[in-house]
């Protein structure tokens, strides 16, 4: 069984920086794919960037690009979410998720983080 835990959310200011972890158990070698996605207060869930744990290679990120950074520690079997630069729109709930592929449409997901950033 999949289980994913994330850590690291608080309270931050404007500007701030915060890291997100993910500590992954269970995953078999068809879970390639670590995903991190947030949802805001009244907004639906929404994909923030994917990595492949096979290479490393990163998916999406657009909307947070040159601020956050995913990574990840194939040893600790944890993915981490670098946060910089953060604003008061980034609030919300971040759920890291495991699936095959960053484009995959279904996905196991950790409990969540709450990432709150005042103005």
């Known amino acids: 069984e999949v289980q994913l835990v994330e850590s690291g959310g608080g309270l931050v200011q404007a500007g701030g920086s915060l890291r997100l972890s993910c500590a992954a158990s269970?995953?078999?070698?068809?879970?390639?794919?670590i995903g991190w996605f947030r949802q805001a207060p009244g907004k639906e869930r929404e994909g923030v960037v994917c990595i492949s744990l096979r290479d490393g290679r990163t998916y999406g990120g657009d909307a947070v690009t040159g601020r956050f950074t995913i990574s990840s520690d194939n040893a600790k079997n944890t993915v981490y979410l670098q946060m910089n630069s953060l604003k008061p729109e980034d609030t919300a709930v971040y759920y890291c998720?495991?699936?095959?592929?960053?484009?995959?449409?279904?996905?196991?997901w950790g409990q969540g983080t709450q990432v709150t950033v005042s103005s």
């Open positions: 269970g995953l078999t070698p068809d879970d390639d794919a």
């Open positions: 998720a495991s699936g095959t592929h960053c484009s995959a449409y279904v996905w196991n």
